[in-house]
């Protein structure tokens, strides 16, 4: 086994215990161009749930303070107030981007390994 092929493959694998920090540090530390290659093919793919997540928290965060708002009107004149939604597309919304984040980040582990360990074989 070569450095070259140890570097691309721990790119890859660092999803397990680094996953945006390996890359990125693969990716400008290693000067061959196909190590680069897979450096940057992790760090995307690593990056993918990262975003996910981050837009995730920005959703529920807005959505909380919106809720916020609507219980205090109902609190303090329920008569000119909407009841607010229990469990609608917007109650579900939380639940649905949990599922969406776990099927996508599965799909990000299987791809790395399966990306590690044909880069060990070539």
């Known amino acids: 086994m070569t450095p070259a092929k140890a570097f691309s493959s ?15 540090i693969v990716w400008f ?15 995307v793919s690593h990056l993918i749930p990262a975003l996910l997540v981050a837009a995730a928290s920005l959703f529920s965060f807005f959505r909380l303070i919106s809720m916020k708002t609507r219980t205090e009107q109902f609190l303090t004149n329920p008569a000119e ?16 981007i949990m599922l969406l984040y776990s099927f996508l ?18």
């Not at 721990?10 to 990125?24: D, M, Q, R």
């Not at 607010?84 to 639940?95: D, K, N, Q, R």
């Open 105 to 122: 980040f599965l799909m990000v582990v299987i791809w790395n390994v399966v990306q590690g360990i044909k880069v060990f074989r070539i």
């Open 29 to 43: 530390a290693v000067e061959d161009r196909d190590v680069k290659r897979h450096a940057k093919r992790a760090f």
């Open 10 to 24: 721990l790119g890859y694998f660092s999803i397990f215990f680094a996953p945006l920090l390996v890359p990125l």
């Open 81 to 96: 107030a909407r009841i607010p939604e229990t469990f609608g597309y917007m109650g579900a919304a939380p639940l649905l």
